[in-house]
């Protein structure tokens, strides 16, 4: 074999090597679902259990447009409401949109807390929506939702 | 088997009156892992851990409950505002998918 040849194949060999090995390690990495995995829409069924959420300016979902890190993106979820032992908000769901389980947390809120607001720090494994889901206590559900950029994947 | 875990409960303002609305936020040190991670060293899949239910009481009233899923991030913080309804303890209950269940407290005092 001459020299000029055997550079040749080895650079084909490299080329191969380099397409391959992402998409495989990334095959690879998909495979193994949350122990409980649970799609956006189904999410959103069973906690509102058929009912259509209203999109409302009354909540103010806060949430960075570009985080740098999925690992620990902060989330405030801030709603207009008396919170009074008539008309408060019973309950504040935050939802990912594209995560293997959607559902991130529900908090169920009562007329003591005095203010109707919930913060934390969630998990994002890419750029997708966060959704606030709200369930007022004469029945109504509320909803909010805004897209994040996530630079660095968190899950796993 | 009962791992102690560090936990912090804060509430804002420091100084607070009676019926005073104020800032409550519960850390924990926690992994929650959420099972689908790999150990990079053994290439393992982590099995999940993380905080089934949190639930705050207040002189033994049930203010706030969550259900948490594992896509909070690790070392979680919960922050919500509460009514100052006189002397007591507030005090945070914590369980695992794994069957972990961890108590904190903090005495609330109003003064004036």
Request: net charge positive; charged share 25%.
């Amino acid at each position: 074999m001459q020299r000029r040849d055997f550079f040749k194949k080895l650079g084909t060999v490299a080329a191969i090597a380099a397409v391959a090995t992402p998409t495989f390690s990334f095959a690879a990495e998909a495979k193994p679902t949350g122990p409980n995995a649970m799609s956006f829409k189904t999410a959103v069924d069973a906690i509102t259990g058929g009912k259509a959420p209203k999109t409302s300016t009354l909540i103010k979902l806060k949430v960075p447009e570009i985080a740098e890190n999925g690992a620990v993106v902060p989330v405030t979820v801030n709603v207009d409401s008396p919170m009074t032992a008539d008309d408060y908000v019973k309950a504040i769901h935050i939802l990912s949109g594209k995560n293997s389980n959607a559902r991130c947390i529900d908090v169920n809120l009562t007329p003591a807390n005095g203010k109707a607001m919930f913060s934390t720090r969630i998990k994002l494994g890419g750029t997708q929506e966060v959704t606030a889901l709200v369930e007022m206590s004469n029945g109504q559900f509320l909803i909010a939702s805004q897209s994040v950029k996530v630079t660095i994947g968190g899950c796993g | 088997m009962a791992e102690k875990r560090k936990s912090l409960i804060k509430i804002k303002p420091k100084k607070y009156k009676d019926g005073e609305i104020v800032k409550v936020s519960f850390m924990v040190m926690h992994p929650m892992d959420t099972g689908m991670g790999k150990d990079k060293k053994t290439k393992k899949i982590i099995p999940a851990k993380y905080i089934n239910s949190v639930k705050f009481n207040y002189n033994g009233k049930e203010i706030t409950n969550m259900t948490v899923w594992e896509s909070l991030s690790v070392n979680p913080v919960f922050t919500t505002y509460m009514k100052i309804n006189g002397k007591g303890t507030l005090s945070v209950t914590y369980t695992d998918n794994t069957g972990e269940v961890n108590e904190k407290s903090k005495k609330i005092k109003p003064k004036g």
